[in-house]
């Protein structure tokens, strides 16, 4: 039995594979019946084949595990950019609103009352529900000492109405900037009006860099 041990021993990677011809299938499967050393070698063989389909199954898997983190990374980062740039917009665009939909007029020191009465008129002419706050030079001298805190001292010089530097002006505030571009547009160049002062024309990014951080 010697010689035929070591002829199936040699033929049983390829029986345990299923490519052996059916004469030499036969003939293993016979030996094998009555041979306890060929027996042994084929379940050795069959652990040894098992574990090496295992693990190959274990790196394939973890191979597709790898390639859907990198890919979840991605497209985890790009949705979290795509988010941030949303959010940075309507943050500009809702404070562009807020802010180009006010504006300051500053009067000329010798205005009238009728030039003043003029520009009111114009103004709630051309947009309704317009809010419109006279602001005497005296309380603005007052805001801007409250706007200073403990600094005011620095303004103390300017006490009195005779050398207050500030001009009297008009706070406007509108429900739109396309409303204030209208007032804008209705009292430029009007008498009585030193200068005007509005975010309309301003670059909606630039003017929340402004008011967010250098304020
Ligand atoms: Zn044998």
Known sequence: MKNECDIVKDLLFSYNDGVLSETSNEFVEEHLKNCESCNNALKEIRQESGEIEQKKEIDAFKGVRKKLTKKNIIISISLIILLIIIIFNILVFKNYNEVA?????????????????????????????????????????????????ENTNVLDVYNNSENNPLLANLEIKANTNKEIQEVVEAIQGMPGIRSISSYINWNPYELFVVEKFLD
């Open 101 to 149: 939909s006010t504006m300051v007029v500053y009067l000329e020191e010798d205005i009238t009352n009728e030039q003043l009465e003029n520009i009111e008129e114009k103004i709630t002419q051309n947009v309704e529900n317009i809010e419109i706050t006279y602001v005497s030079k005296e309380q603005e001298l007052e805001e801007v000492k409250t706007w200073l805190g």
